[in-house]
């Protein structure tokens, strides 16, 4: 990472570390390695120790990334993925939230909840249920799926088709605001002791919806909560996701494209939110980023090369190809990646093509352990120079913050909080303390509730 002059940052700096409740994520085979602790991912403990950590430096959130099917399409199978360990196992992150957060008094949790294979009446109850035990430390990443085995998992032929998903999951977002936001007025919880009464029935109401998607009547089982509504991320990155994005996210997930590209497309969906009655401004943009850092540039680079030796080829041409839909067993590693429409992860293969114009991805390149397309935030350097790299990063593409990939676990971790926060911390751009009050109000300074803009605004009951 070479240094140059850098473009001064006016704001805080977010971050979030990237986790699935699983022993090989993004970067597949780095669980081997003499130094990860990622296979006691079964471990209650192993999740204490990261929240623990997290909390110590003043990480934002903890973001589980989830999955409901395998990685079977590389080859025709699930078995590389399985042995390969591509983000397979999978246990279900929800669990292991409450737990996290008890040892915990400021950490968020964003956590994966996939909406084309539950009832919105159950999910509505979950994160609720979240909400209240972590004491409105809770996030919603919304998403529709993109996996196949997980539609056959559950019953179906198939997913339903990209766009159509995100039909679906617009009418979804209508019934759990309802759900959360109208169900109960603010003033239906009594708790008075002395006449029994708990709450107030002329308070509490049945929510009713009759739509395209779904049909449903029903109270919500769960009292209002810190939120009400968690705080709403989302990462879809197709045209038909953006549209999604700015109508509902708070959050909005971004994989690593060059910074140009980035920048326009966080313009774009500012603007789409300002179309719609939003403030373009109360949208935070969080890029992907994969940090190697060590006290000197040499070190660093030695720490990515040993990194490098345990990421495991077939294991990530499996995640891959499960990503994109793409079976790469097909090609050789100097093919080029081509661009071609699929039901899958769109944003994965164009950022492999159409968003990189300027360079030809390879097969070779997707077991690299450095910049990849669709991983351009990839930084690797002395703490000085990746903070550098930050603040570059922010201000050219116009980002808020950061999602940490889970890589040489825990150590990418610590060495972030040891050696990049005090450095940011310098600059003034990353916070001391946190901030008192739910993650809302962590994150906005807005209050704990969606703002009167948000579409989920209007289903409430005014007093």
Request: proline share 5%; glycine share 8%; charged share 25%.
């Amino acid at each position: 990472m070479e240094g140059s002059q850098v473009p001064r940052l006016d704001k805080e700096i977010r971050i979030n570390a990237f986790y699935a409740n699983t022993p090989g994520q993004n970067w597949v085979g780095l669980w081997s390695h003499p130094r990860s602790k990622a296979v006691r991912y079964t471990d209650l403990d192993y999740w204490v120790e990261i929240a623990q950590l997290a909390e110590r430096g003043l990480i934002d959130a903890i973001f589980f990334a989830d999955t409901n099917g395998v990685y079977d399409i590389f080859d025709g199978s699930p078995n590389a993925a399985i042995e390969r360990a591509a983000m397979f196992p999978m246990n279900d992150p929800m669990l292991v939230i409450p737990t996290m957060a008890y040892v915990t008094k400021h950490l968020g949790f964003g956590v994966t909840g996939n909406l084309s294979y539950e009832p919105a009446y159950l999910l509505a109850r979950k994160f609720s249920t979240l909400d209240h035990l972590t004491n409105g430390r809770i996030g919603w990443n919304i998403v529709t799926g993109f996996q196949d085995s997980a539609a056959r998992a559950m019953g179906l032929p198939k997913q339903r088709e990209h766009d159509e998903r995100y039909d679906l999951a617009d009418e979804y977002m209508e019934i759990v605001y309802k759900l959360w936001e109208g169900s109960w007025e603010d003033d239906a919880v009594v708790r008075d002791a002395a006449t029994r009464i708990y709450a107030r029935a002329d308070r509490v109401h049945t929510v009713t919806h009759q739509g395209k998607f779904f049909t449903m009547s029903g109270v919500h089982l769960s009292e209002p909560s810190p939120q009400r509504t968690p705080v709403l991320y989302q990462a879809g990155g197709s045209t038909r996701g953006r549209a999604f994005a700015a109508k509902h996210a708070e959050c909005v997930f971004l994989s690593g494209l060059p910074k140009k590209t980035t920048a326009e497309r966080v313009r774009s969906i500012r603007r789409r939110a300002a179309a719609g009655g939003r403030d373009p401004n109360d949208l935070l943009f969080i890029m992907m980023a994969t940090i190697v850092v060590a006290p000197t540039e040499a070190e660093a680079r030695d720490k990515r090369e040993a990194l490098q030796r345990y990421v495991d080829v077939k294991g990530m041409l499996a995640l891959f190809s499960g990503m994109t839909g793409l079976d790469f067993s097909k090609n050789s590693p100097d093919d080029p990646i081509a661009h071609v429409e699929s039901n899958a992860l769109r944003t994965v293969l164009e950022g492999m093509t159409t968003a990189n114009p300027d360079r030809t991805w390879r097969v070779r390149d997707i077991a690299n352990f450095g910049p990849q397309g669709g991983r351009e935030c990839f930084l690797v350097g002395s703490p000085t120079q990746v903070a550098d790299a930050l603040e570059s990063w922010m201000v050219e593409a116009e980002l808020d913050g950061f999602n940490l990939h889970r890589s040489g676990e825990p150590d990418h971790l610590s060495d972030f909080i040891d050696l990049v926060v005090p450095e940011l911390q310098n600059r003034g751009i990353y916070k001391t303390e946190y901030r008192e009050g739910t993650f809302r109000e962590k994150m906005f300074s807005k209050g704990d509730r969606l703002l009167p803009e948000h579409p989920a605004a209007k289903f409430r009951h005014l007093s």
